[in-house]
């Protein structure tokens, strides 16, 4: 079976965002292992320019945002909401950075242990 050049550099470039992004060693591992048997001599120019790339974007794109900490832990806009007694519009709204939200200290501190961070972070993710 033949790959298009096209389709093996999507592949590549999706592997090499797990390498450079994943937290889980399962997937980085995963992601390593499909690499290797594409091949090196293709995936390493695309490797290069993706962790040239990935180091250019961290330098604009340093803000945390809520999107990030709730993918990070795998949850839905949803899931989020009833977690802490809101509607998923309300999450999307929040998401969108328009509107700062205005939580309780309850709702604080389900939402830190939700969504696996810290104080900084959560206020961090949180500002419009």
Do not use: H, Y
């Amino acid at each position: 079976m033949s790959i298009p050049p096209e389709s093996i550099q999507l592949i590549l470039e999706t592997l090499c965002e797990f390498l450079l992004n994943a937290e889980d060693a399962q997937i980085r591992a995963k992601a390593a292992e499909s690499l290797g048997r594409l091949g090196l001599e293709d995936a390493i120019p695309i490797l290069r320019e993706a962790i040239v790339r990935s180091a250019l974007m961290s330098e604009f794109d340093a803000q945390l945002t809520l999107v990030q900490l709730r993918q990070r832990v795998g949850l839905t806009q949803q899931d989020l909401a009833d977690a802490i007694g809101v509607t998923q519009k309300t999450i999307s709204i929040w998401e969108k950075g328009s509107v700062e939200p205005k939580l309780s200290l309850r709702q604080t501190k389900i939402l830190m242990d939700v969504l696996n961070c810290t104080f900084d972070e959560l206020v961090e993710a949180t500002q419009p």
